[in-house]
């Protein structure tokens, strides 16, 4: 059987549980086809693009921003708890949970798609994030995720300090919006196909079954 080739471009942001929530759940999809050869990049987009050095309680974010009230965000974590464990992926909120900017987090990804390595260190961001509570906009945390995936220390440690990819990703995060996505995650299959959210796998795999079933 003919390997038939998918292209997905992924607009996501490190502060988005849905990001990796969608992300395992593409992945259930993608296992389910053989003979596919799929292209994937991540693509920046900040959810809190004002957001200062220190970062702010998630609770209080969550009610400023959205509205909700403590049990409903309570709820939310909850439930968003059961899905990561679902998933494979552990989400451990707490009531010293914050949220940060991640324009740093950002640059690095940005450099290491060079190296074939954007994607595990998204991964590794999502872990040092949410699982490990760790702050994205610290360069510690960030070399040390870049190391924990293979990338080199030094190298990384110089990408963030001299900010040298800064305004490509910001050019890069206005493109995206210039084109509508205005939440993530966004999955663009193909440059052509929109699935905006986390989907459950059927509906994804229904979308690649049609798109390598026209490309035939």
Not at 33 to 42: C, E, I, K, R, Y
Not at 54 to 60: A, I, T
Request: glycine content about 6%.
């Amino acid at each position: 059987m003919a390997t038939k080739s998918l292209q997905i471009d992924i607009v996501s942001d490190v502060m988005c549980p849905w990001c990796i929530v969608g992300y395992r759940r593409l992945e259930q999809a993608l296992s389910q086809f053989d003979n596919l050869d799929v292209t994937l990049q991540w693509h920046p987009f900040e959810l809190n693009p004002a957001m200062g050095p220190d970062g702010q309680h998630l609770g209080e974010h969550i009610a400023e921003k959205y509205g909700s009230t403590p049990e409903q965000s309570a709820q939310n974590r909850q439930r968003l708890t059961q899905m990561g464990a679902d998933l494979g992926f552990t989400f451990n909120f707490s009531d010293s949970s914050r949220i940060y900017n991640t324009l740093l987090a950002h640059q690095l990804l940005y450099w290491a798609a060079d190296s074939g390595k954007q994607t595990e260190l998204k991964l590794a961001l999502f872990t040092s994030y949410f699982t490990e509570q760790k702050n994205p906009d610290d360069i510690e945390v960030l070399v040390e995720a870049a190391t924990r995936v293979g990338l080199d220390a030094i190298e990384a440690r110089m990408v963030l300090t001299d900010k040298r990819f800064e305004k490509t990703v910001q050019q890069e995060e206005q493109l995206w919006i210039s084109r509508g996505i205005q939440a993530v995650p966004a999955i663009v299959f193909n440059q052509q196909y929109l699935v905006s959210g986390a989907q459950d796998p059927a509906t994804i795999a229904e979308l690649i079954t049609q798109l390598t079933t026209d490309a035939a």
